[in-house]
Antibody, heavy 126, light 111 residues
Framework: QVQVVESGGGVVQPGTSLRLSCAAS????????MHWVRQAPGKGLEWVAGISFDRSHKDYADSGKGRFTISRDNSKNTLFLQMNSLSSEDTAVYYCAKDSRYCSISSCYPAYYMDVWGRGTSVTVS | QSVLTQPPSVSGAPGQRVTISCTGSSSNIGAGYDVHWYQQFPGTAPKLLIH???NRPSGVPDRFSGSKSATSASLAISGLQAEDEADYYC???????????FGGGTKVTVL
């Protein structure tokens, strides 16, 4: 069963840091790009960051540039999001999502759409 | 304000056809990037509904269809059913922002 499961959310104070994790199973994690998408309470979806299958390429939304770092450990099938200098505007449910494109060569670029989503982990900055 | 613009809500009676528009610009849809659609029920994760403008993943009813033109795209739901009541989001890539962008979402209400 293909799935991703997020963890690491919680209630934190403004200005502090938090590290989210996403455990993947049921697919060859090392062959797919991955993304973080968030949703503030009562609001729409916001793409946060994406990383290529081999970590060679990372992109960030303007809201997280300089504060958020996306990374992955292919040996542990795990995706991470390090979030620093958190503010109330970062309060949201954070979803981990699998990119749809299978990659095996270095020139392969993520498709930038997500075919598998986790249930999300809640982050409250207050 | 979202980079992709969707109407906040649409509604229709059971059996009717509704469409949701998604308007972008020359740096995303107009640049040739594909549009994807997601369905989300309250309290649950989004689900991929349409990818690459017109393609339905396995298991998605053929009542759902997508189209794209110039700087916009549309999602159509034919034969509207009560179970289609949900939020729908369009998504594409933006080369100015160098990342993915979503529409603000559209709430579909079945009357």
């Amino acid at each position: 069963q293909v799935q991703v499961v997020e963890s690491g959310g919680g209630v934190v104070q403004p200005g502090t840091s938090l590290r989210l994790s996403c455990a993947a199973s049921g697919f060859t994690f090392s062959n797919y790009g991955m993304h973080w998408v968030r949703q503030a309470p009562g609001k729409g979806l916001e793409w946060v960051a994406g990383i290529s299958f081999d970590r060679s390429h990372k992109d960030y939304a303007d809201s997280g540039k300089g504060r958020f770092t996306i990374s992955r450990d292919n040996s542990k099938n795990t995706l991470f999001l390090q979030m620093n200098s958190l503010s109330s505007e970062d309060t949201a449910v954070y979803y981990c999502a699998k990119d749809s494109r299978y990659c095996s060569i270095s020139s392969c670029y993520p498709a930038y759409y997500m075919d598998v989503w986790g249930r999300g982990t809640s982050v409250t900055v207050s | 304000q979202s980079v992709l613009t969707q109407p906040p809500s649409v509604s229709g009676a059971p059996g009717q056809r509704v469409t949701i528009s998604c308007t972008g610009s020359s740096s995303n849809i107009g640049a040739g990037y594909d549009v994807h659609w997601y369905q989300q029920f309250p309290g649950t994760a989004p689900k991929l509904l349409i990818h690459n403008n017109i393609n339905r993943p396995s298991g998605v009813p053929d009542r759902f269809s997508g189209s794209k033109s110039a700087t916009s795209a549309s999602l159509a739901i034919s034969g509207l059913q009560a179970e289609d009541e949900a939020d729908y989001y369009c998504q594409s890539y933006d080369n100015t922002l160098s990342g993915s962008v979503f529409g603000g979402g559209t709430k579909v209400t079945v009357l």
